[in-house]
């Protein structure tokens, strides 16, 4: 496990082969009067009208194009339908080199080579070559370019030349960019242009320019997501979940969640009396079952959990990822980094004598992450009341924190029909997947923690929209080599795929996706997996970073508006006030540019325009600068995606959802 995001769930990733790097070439048969090297680029009379092409090859040329070559013949195939079922792929692939990867001149040459028989107005027009246009009188504009190309059929054609998450200055030019308001594609002039993630422009006077970080990739053909829409449906399976467990430290988190992988049978005996046997010589025999998710020799010396470990299990209808977030105050930053990533949560608290008290009230961390689960989006939440035996199972005791529990999650934003309470013992492993405990049945009837979990409603998953993953870790490893692990927060990804880092602007292809240590074909929106990937220096990418469709990317900027709601405040926000935000597995450092207005909370209606202070438990609207462009998303697009958190000085003071999307200041 490190202090920079989640890495428990995995095994040890530096074992890497190097072998491939290193091997000796093996050189055939020369003329003595060349040496091997120079021999490969002698003129051979034979050969009429060689190109440069002749010269390199095949495996240089290859491996040079492999990671963009195929998009090409995809389009080609595409565009040509029927009249390419005899092409030969080497062929296509040898004419887009030789046409310096212009799509509508390939086909020119395959026609005039008599490749393919002569079909009349046939073109590549810039619908098919970009993008799918939704607007029709995007699509209208579309067509009538396209026709005006077309009608120099014989003039030199000039290909797009596209330019990821980067401003493009062309005056006379109109270009295409990413609508921050609606997500769709708008043409505008460089007058009214703003920097956006993606730029497509159509330079028509200057030569083309080709390589594999300027190309407009497309993630996967239509055909290749059908294939995984009937693969995902002929499969039946458990809904998945992703559960984070939070709460005051030393409330039992740790020990419950492994306990009840003991009791699943996740973690077997002689693991567990090992645990037993090295506790107890560390002086700390209860902490046992902690020591299953607390790997980490720190955190088990120290006795508390300081980054969030993953693992996960089966009940009998659901497929469970758990998060163990921290509960120490020191590590609130990855605690909202697990939670960010979860659809529902266990809140644990401490029924011992003062336990619960330490944690609800004054500095106690109970409250703080009640809200925080909140802010981020959970909106299923079991309260486990833990350590109920050192009360010895008091009814009393349990109605006291019901009591006070149910009035809090109200304030905060909780449904009471979305929120239930389980009295367990965590070590003692009472209630958890069975009850035995005469002084606990005698009051208590309902269902274990266990059958608790197994009926958290499923999440909504956007299979639907643009994929989009944000990396919580990059590693190395023997079988996928370079991997980026995180939440898959929309869309869809198979073996194969190409993605965009963003920000960076780097291509990649996806070589291997494993889901809980399995190989697997393809993964779907709120999967947590772990992605290896090609074509793509490891250094260039860091946790934060996104992965997305290239065709559809994420925006990127340093300024946004948004909507908050402030917490317990130690002084009133002012603008030009600093902060912390905490976004996705990420924190920048911010700060409050302008105080817009102040909503009311229940119509949503402006109460005050340019406020110059929010007091506490306050709706308004407000707009902020970040120290460094990040990925940004609106609310309204992906809800996970545009959900916040500000701290200041170790306190949470506001959270809040991004509205609108300004351009980098």
Same mark, same amino acid.
């Given at each position: 496990k490190t202090q920079e995001g989640m890495s428990r769930h995995r095994n040890i990733r530096n074992d890497i082969d190097y072998d491939d790097d290193y091997e000796d070439e093996e050189y055939g048969s020369y003329g003595s009067a060349a040496s091997p090297g120079g021999a490969a680029y002698l003129y051979d009379r034979?050969?009429?009208?060689?190109?440069?092409?002749?010269?390199?090859?095949?495996?240089?040329?290859?491996?040079?194009?492999?990671?963009?070559?195929?998009?090409?013949?995809?389009?080609?195939?595409?565009?040509?339908?029927?009249?390419?079922?005899?092409?030969?792929?080497?062929?296509?692939?040898?004419?887009?080199?030789?046409?310096?990867?212009?799509?509508?001149?390939?086909?020119?040459?395959?026609?005039?080579?008599?490749?393919?028989?002569?079909?009349?107005?046939?073109?590549?027009?810039?619908?098919?070559?970009?993008?799918?246009?939704?607007?029709?009188?995007?699509?209208?504009?579309?067509?009538?370019?396209?026709? /005006? @190309? *077309?009608? !120099? #059929? &014989?003039?030199? %054609?000039?290909?797009?030349?596209?330019?990821?998450? $980067?401003?493009?200055?062309?005056?006379?030019?109109? /270009? @295409? *960019?990413? !609508? #921050? &308001?609606?997500? %769709?594609?708008?043409?505008?002039?460089?007058?009214? $242009?703003?920097?956006?993630?993606?730029?497509?422009?159509? @330079?028509?006077?200057?030569?083309?320019?080709?390589?594999?970080?300027?190309?407009?990739?497309?993630?996967?053909?239509?055909?290749?997501?059908?294939?995984?829409?009937?693969?995902m449906s002929s499969k039946v399976k458990k809904e998945h979940l992703n559960l984070v467990v939070i709460g005051h430290v030393d409330a039992g988190k740790s020990t419950i969640m492994g306990h009840l992988l003991y009791l699943f049978g996740v973690i077997n005996q002689k693991v567990i009396h090992k645990y037993e046997k090295e506790s107890k010589n560390m002086g700390k025999g209860s902490f046992s079952f902690a020591w299953v998710l607390d790997e980490n020799e720190e955190e088990r010396n120290r006795g508390v959990t300081m980054d969030v470990g993953i693992t996960n299990f089966e009940t009998p209808n659901r497929r469970v990822t758990l998060l163990d977030a921290p509960g120490h105050r020191d590590f609130v930053p990855n605690m909202i980094s697990g939670t960010a990533q979860a659809d529902v949560g266990l809140l644990v608290v401490d029924a011992a004598p003062d336990g619960f008290e330490k944690g609800f009230e004054a500095d106690g961390q109970t409250k703080e992450h009640a809200l925080l689960a909140r802010s981020l989006g959970i909106s299923q939440l079991g309260v486990v009341i833990n350590k109920l035996d050192l009360a010895d199972w008091s009814k009393q005791r349990y109605d006291d924190i019901v009591g006070k529990m149910t009035a809090f999650l109200k304030l905060s934003g909780f449904r009471e029909k979305s929120f239930w309470f389980i009295p367990l013992s965590g070590f003692a492993g009472e209630n958890i997947v069975a009850r035995k405990e005469e002084k606990l049945t005698s009051w208590y009837s309902g269902p274990t923690l266990a059958e608790r979990?197994?009926?958290?409603?499923?999440?909504?998953?956007?299979?639907?929209?643009?994929?989009?993953?944000?990396?919580?870790?990059?590693?190395?490893?023997?079988?996928?080599?370079l991997a980026a692990a995180g939440r898959v927060e929309a869309g869809l990804v198979s073996v194969g795929d190409k993605l965009l880092v963003s920000p960076g602007n780097e291509i990649c292809t996806v070589k291997g996706?494993?889901?809980?240590?399995?190989?697997?074909?393809?993964?779907?929106?709120?999967?947590?997996?772990?992605?290896g990937l090609s074509g793509v220096d490891g250094q260039l990418i860091n946790n934060g970073n996104v992965l997305c469709d290239p065709e559809k990317a994420i925006p990127v900027s340093n300024r946004f508006r948004a909507q908050i709601l402030t917490f317990t405040l130690q002084r009133p926000i002012l603008k030009g006030q600093s902060a912390e935000m905490h976004y996705t597995s990420q924190n920048e450092a911010a700060v409050i540019t302008h105080l817009i207005s102040i909503l009311d909370k229940s119509s949503g209606e402006v109460k005050k325009k340019t406020p110059r202070a929010l007091g506490e438990h306050m709706t308004a609207v407000v707009e902020i600068k970040l120290y460094k462009p990040l990925c940004l998303e609106l609310y309204a697009d992906y809800k996970q995606l545009g959900r916040f958190t500000l701290r200041e000085n170790g306190k949470t003071f506001a959270a809040g959802i991004i509205t609108e999307i300004l351009p980098s200041k």
């Open positions: 034979s050969q009429r009208n060689q190109t440069l092409n002749s010269f390199l090859g095949p495996s240089e040329q290859d491996e040079e194009d492999a990671d963009f070559i195929y998009s090409y013949v995809d389009q080609i195939y595409d565009t040509l339908g029927n009249e390419a079922d005899d092409l030969d792929q080497e062929e296509v692939k040898l004419a887009i080199r030789l046409n310096n990867y212009d799509v509508n001149q390939t086909i020119d040459y395959l026609y005039d080579k008599k490749i393919i028989g002569k079909v009349s107005n046939l073109k590549v027009t810039d619908e098919q070559f970009d993008m799918e246009i939704e607007s029709p009188k995007m699509k209208e504009m579309a067509k009538n370019a396209a026709a /005006s @190309k *077309s009608a !120099s #059929f &014989d003039s030199p %054609k000039k290909a797009a030349v596209v330019t990821l998450g $980067a401003p493009v200055s062309n005056k006379n030019t109109p /270009s @295409k *960019s990413i !609508s #921050f &308001d609606t997500g %769709k594609f708008e043409e505008k002039s460089e007058e009214s $242009a703003k920097p956006k993630a993606l730029t497509e422009v159509l @330079k028509k006077d200057e030569p083309s320019v080709y390589s594999p970080k300027t190309q407009l990739h497309r993630q996967m053909t239509q055909n290749r997501r059908k294939e995984i829409e009937a693969m979990i197994d009926q958290f409603d499923p999440a909504v998953r956007e299979i639907s929209k643009p994929f989009r993953l944000c990396i919580s870790d990059m590693y190395k490893a023997q079988v996928l080599g996706i494993k889901i809980h240590g399995e190989s697997v074909e393809y993964a779907t929106a709120g999967d947590y997996v772990d992605l």
